[in-house]
């Protein structure tokens, strides 16, 4: 008997964001049998809001990167429901480790050479984004700000790089490819729109359907989704169908699967999760692309420890401090980019490390993150911030059902001439059957590393079913 949209068995493999998007898509396009299996005891993949301070943070996906051609916006834009950042940033302090703080005006001229030296335009197709960072910098500054101090400027150009690493989610911009900025389409508009007191949840709550005042639960999903189900085997099979089995001994035997799981994941158990082996295509996609790590650090206090007029500071290390610093076991503090403020959480700040840097921040107790993060108040702030009152701290890449937080492309995958389009491709059966789907924010071509990126992977594979199930099963 041919199958329908009503009868089609579709499984789709993490909760996360481009797998809500793909479940919710098909149940909203009458497919019937629609179930997700989630390796995590809760929904959202790296979408994680949690109570915290005075109401909530965000471990993982913080902000709406950009308003226009940005799906998550579109989708949210009239509901009252996020806010721009705007300029809440726009007063941060950089501070050196000598204490002294780089006076506003010098700062922010320093700051705006760094951002007109970043790669824009027609560039060559091969290179490090550093390379070309460090080379058209050092040209701006003879050219803009001849008479700057040329160790201040070398202390901004390395807390800058760190910043933007960050963002890129790289342990260097020498890893990153100079096609990073023509690969990846930057949404135009605040790229700090923010989801105020509710977190990013509430956009998943959106895609499920849950009402506002809902209590805990999944809406258009509710009943299709199983928890702490880790695949360990996904096998295409004859004749047309795919077989999934779970760490429980649960197996499942279904006509689609659309897997969503991180590239981390698949870089570790590829080799052992799919049979047979992916094509080489996809293979090779999976080892030339990265994923980063960038972790955040939650400090709540009693009341701000910050004055009025400080939002928060960047770190600018005197070269004879970095390298003490680095024979010491507070190394790791080197990669931490800055602390600040948080809109909507009066009494935080919130610290980022990425890296290895933060890497090996994941592998310490609390109790010495926090001893770090007080040497590094010590060492840089003329006030005293006393030990907090609650701590949080994110740790994706030590958690084996994410082992990073996002994707950007390294000069490896230019090497490879492999980025997105190879790992969204999807597999199909000896038998030609279209089995196995790949959506996740890893294979958005021009909007990885990010929520709208893997909301509109998901959506794609959901597409590509119901194209598939054009002609039958769907409502006149």
């Known amino acids: 008997m041919e199958k329908c949209r009503a009868s089609s068995r579709i499984l789709i493999v993490g909760a996360g964001a481009s797998g809500i998007a793909a479940a919710t898509r098909l149940l909203q396009n009458n497919f019937g049998d629609v ?56 007063d941060v302090k950089r501070v050196r480790s000598n204490k002294e703080v780089v006076p506003h005006d010098l700062a922010c001229s320093i700051h705006d050479i760094a951002l007109r030296s970043m790669p824009s335009g027609p560039l060559p197709v091969v290179g490090s984004f550093g390379n070309h960072l460090v080379e058209t910098y050092w040209r701006n500054i003879e050219s803009h700000l001849p008479r700057v101090d040329r160790t201040l400027a070398s202390e901004a150009l390395d807390a800058f790089a760190k910043h933007e690493s960050s963002i890129i989610g790289a342990d260097s911009l020498f890893e990153v490819s100079v096609r990073e900025h023509i690969e990846y389409d930057e949404c135009d508009g605040d790229k700090l729109v923010h989801w105020g007191t509710k977190g990013y949840k509430r956009f998943l709550r959106l895609l499920m359907k849950v009402g506002e005042d809902a209590p805990e639960e999944l809406g258009l999903l509710e009943g299709r989704v199983r928890l702490g189900k880790k695949v360990t085997k996904i096998e295409l099979a004859s004749p047309r169908k795919v077989i999934v089995r779970c760490e429980d001994g649960d197996y ?19 080799e052992r999760l799919f049979v047979p082996p992916l094509p080489a295509a996809k293979v090779n996609a999976i080892r030339g692309l990265t994923l980063g790590t960038v972790n955040k650090m939650y400090m709540e206090f009693e009341e701000q420890p910050f004055p009025k007029d400080w939002v ?16 010491t076991e507070y190394f790791w503090l080197e990669g931490i980019t800055g602390c600040h403020k948080i809109t909507c959480q009066p ?29 590094l108040f010590r060492k840089f702030l003329t006030f005293e911030i006393p030990p907090p009152k609650r701590f949080h701290r994110s740790k994706w890449f030590s958690n ?14 230019d090497e ?7 790992l969204e491709a999807p597999v199909t059966g000896e038998d030609g059957h279209l089995g196995l789907l790949f959506a996740g924010e890893a294979s958005s071509r021009n909007h990885f590393s990010t929520v709208h990126g893997a909301v509109e992977a998901g959506w794609r594979e959901a597409d590509r079913l119901i194209r598939l199930y054009s002609t039958c099963g769907s409502k006149s």
């Not at 943070?57 to 721009?84: F, I, L, P, T």
């Not at 279904?254 to 969503?260: K, L, S």
């Not at 290390?317 to 390298?323: P, Q, R, S, V, Y």
């Open 35 to 90: 179930q997700i299996l989630e390796a995590e005891n809760r929904i959202g993949g790296r979408i994680n809001t949690i109570a915290f301070g005075d109401n909530v943070v965000d471990v993982g996906a913080q902000w709406v990167h950009g308003k226009e051609r940005n799906c998550v916006y579109e989708m949210v834009k009239d509901m009252g429901v996020v806010s721009d950042t705007g300029d809440f940033f726009s």
């Open 252 to 270: 499942f035997e279904v006509d689609h699967v659309i897997c969503t799981v991180s590239l981390g994941v698949l870089q570790e158990q590829h």
């Open 312 to 327: 928060g500071f960047f770190c600018f290390w005197l070269a004879e401090d970095l390298k003490e610093l680095r024979k």
């Open 347 to 375: 009494r935080l700040l919130m610290a980022w490390v990425g890296g290895s840097f933060g890497r090996h921040m994941e592998t310490l107790s609390d109790e010495k993150v926090l001893e770090g993060l007080q040497w």
């Open 400 to 413: 084996p059902n994410f082992r990073g937080t996002w994707t950007f492309r390294p000069t490896k995958a």
């Open 416 to 422: 490879r001439e492999t980025g997105p389009r190879d």
